[in-house]
């Protein structure tokens, strides 16, 4: 079955200082890999995906993330954190077995950015 | 264009009651979802209709749930009778069917569900 982890429930970060928000993922077939943002009271937004093809994908708001096959890995960066870059961020997948439509998500990381 | 609306946005009632949540996805979108996230844990799938028809409901927790979306449109989930552990955020999302490619979906802001 596939899962998600999302290292760290919380991280807090100075102003300006690199974001890196962690995700790893179990799953027998390349799956496809997104990040998602909840800022308060909002839906969840997506700020990227990744489906095939280049591994490095860039997102909304200078996010960027990173698929790595060998590592199971879709770490979450941004070199240069903004206040208002504070929110809940999910990590999710989906695979050809939902015929890529249910998303599984892990249990998201709430970042704090203090001055 | 309008989101993902969903009504109410929060909701307090007894163990026992009835509760119906509504989801009204965007325009055209055939593709609808409920998720639930419970307390502090992760976001969890539900089901899945494409236009009125259950595509996957895997992940419906049993029968006190039942979700309908008559005619294609908006989507209701009901809880009959609610129980201490429905307590938590239902969000719906929807998208369009995108033929060889994923169906980003759009979510709306939740209904906060809390049983008493």
């Known amino acids: 079955a596939q899962s998600v982890t999302q290292l760290g429930s919380h991280v807090s970060v100075s102003e300006g200082a690199l974001v890196l928000l962690r995700c790893n993922y179990s799953?027998?077939?390349?799956?496809?890999l997104f990040w998602y943002v909840q800022y308060p009271n909002q839906g969840l937004q997506l700020l990227l995906k990744y489906t095939t093809g280049a591994t490095l994908v860039k997102g909304i708001n200078g996010f960027e993330a990173e698929f790595k096959k060998s590592e199971t890995s879709f770490h979450l960066t941004k070199p240069s954190a903004h206040m208002s870059d504070a929110a809940e961020y999910f990590c999710a997948v989906s695979d050809p077995w939902g015929g890529y439509n249910k998303l599984i998500f892990g249990a998201g990381t709430r970042l704090a950015v203090h001055p | 264009e309008a989101g993902v609306t969903q009504f109410p946005s929060h909701s307090v009632i007894e163990k026992g009651q009835t509760v119906t949540l509504r989801c009204d996805p965007i325009?055209?979108?055939?593709?609808l979802y409920w998720y639930r996230r419970v307390m502090g844990k992760e976001i969890k799938f539900l089901l899945h209709?494409?236009?009125?028809?259950?595509?996957?409901e895997s992940g419906m927790p049993n029968n006190r749930f039942l979700a309908e979306r008559t005619g294609g449109t908006y989507s209701t989930l009901k809880v009959q009778p609610a129980e201490l552990e429905d307590s938590g955020v239902y969000f719906c999302?929807?998208?369009?069917?995108?033929?060889?490619?994923?169906?980003?979906?759009?979510f709306g802001p939740g209904t906060r569900l809390t049983v008493l």
């Open positions: 325009s055209g979108h055939d593709n």
């Open positions: 799953s027998s077939v390349p799956p496809y």
């Open positions: 999302a929807s998208s369009v069917t995108q033929r060889g490619g994923v169906n980003e979906q759009f």
């Open positions: 209709f494409v236009k009125e028809s259950k595509q996957d």
